[in-house]
């Protein structure tokens, strides 16, 4: 144990050096709910032999006796697999992750101890994420009988579409507060230009001065092909982020997406700015302990999407209807 220990302790000193490099300080810590934030310390491969291939990441919190809440320290550990180590663990083809929270740290001469309180999460068949039970009875596991969000069906003009999510999501900087809308068409993510036209036409549903009242300035819609299997899955996408100026419109959108260098207020495609600067930091520097897998699946110029994540508003993610910020069709 003492030796997994030295060698966590180097590796988190390479690793931070990676992801934190440029930042100040105060920006190294990622928002969660309530008021709390995480830093992330270190990520490795666990190599036991006799173990399926794991990536273990490790963290410490803002408040390290939020652990000792056992309801709110399993909830923590989700948002944390859901938006920092989700992605990479299930792009880089491993099979478990272990999401390691820092209970307490001690030196004895050039020896640190770190003393962690760990939750594994397992990628199963279908794709979707499960975390599994812990020695102590309070780890229980995730049910794996999960109920997707009731999807609202939307007719547009160059067919359906099924919005699955709508309602405010963590604003990303620079923004006060932020809408998602997650929805799903039967047109293939490669269809770039089919998928954009979906997402332009409920754009242009959307009632944007009823946006603007209600204090909005980002917009993020995104949109897969394949339902929502569990709470923890990664699927392909196209998206797209509008951000509104300060005390100025909603742009208006082009007739093709804005792919290729495309600058705010309109992002589409590769390369999102949802995501805060810490968390963005700490997922790249999750992936970048080993190579990327040979997988086939990715299409070109669409990104890869978490189902639904720990992005989202304190609370479950029902939200309100979509039809709550939808004009009536013309």
């Known amino acids: ?97 272990v999401v390691n929270l820092l209970i307490s740290e001690t030196k004895t001469g050039t020896t640190t101890k770190q003393t962690f309180e760990d939750f594994t999460y397992a990628r199963g068949s279908n794709s979707v994420w499960l975390r599994q039970a812990g020695p102590q009875a309070w780890k229980t596991a995730q049910d794996a009988q999960w109920d997707p969000p009731q999807s609202e069906t939307v007719v547009l003009s160059i067919g359906t579409v099924y919005v699955d999510f709508a309602g405010e999501i963590f604003a990303p900087p620079g923004s006060k507060k932020a809408l998602g809308v997650e929805l799903r068409s039967s047109t293939p993510v490669a269809n770039i230009p089919g998928k954009y036209g979906e997402i332009k036409e409920l754009w242009g549903r959307l009632d944007h001065a009823k946006l603007t009242e209600q204090g909005f300035d980002f917009v993020h819609l995104e949109n897969y092909s394949e339902p929502l299997l569990g709470k923890f899955q990664v699927r392909q996408r196209v998206y797209l982020d509008i951000r509104r100026p300060e005390g100025g419109d909603w742009p208006t959108l082009p007739d093709t997406a804005p792919l290729d260098g495309a600058k705010d207020p309109l992002v589409a495609g590769i390369g999102s700015s949802l995501e805060d600067d810490a968390t963005r930091f700490a997922s790249a520097a999750v992936g970048s302990i080993v190579a990327v897998s040979n997988r086939s ?16 508003m304190p609370g479950e993610r029902k939200g309100p209807s979509a039809f709550d910020y939808l004009k009536p069709a013309q």
């Open 297 to 312: 699946d990715a299409a070109k110029g669409v990104t890869t999407g978490v189902g639904i994540s720990s992005r989202g």
């Open 1 to 97: 144990m003492a030796m997994r220990v030295i060698v966590a302790a180097l590796i988190a000193a390479l690793t931070m050096g990676f992801a934190f490099q440029g930042m100040a300080a105060e920006d190294n810590w990622i928002p969660l709910r309530d008021g709390l934030k995480a830093r992330f310390l270190t990520a490795f491969e666990n190599t036991d032999a006799d173990t399926p291939r794991t990536l273990v990441a490790n963290f410490v919190l803002s408040d390290t006796s939020v652990v000792a809440d056992h309801a709110r320290i399993i909830e923590v550990a989700d948002q944390l697999f859901g938006r920092v180590v989700l992605v990479p663990a299930d792009s880089k083809g491993f099979k478990r992750a």
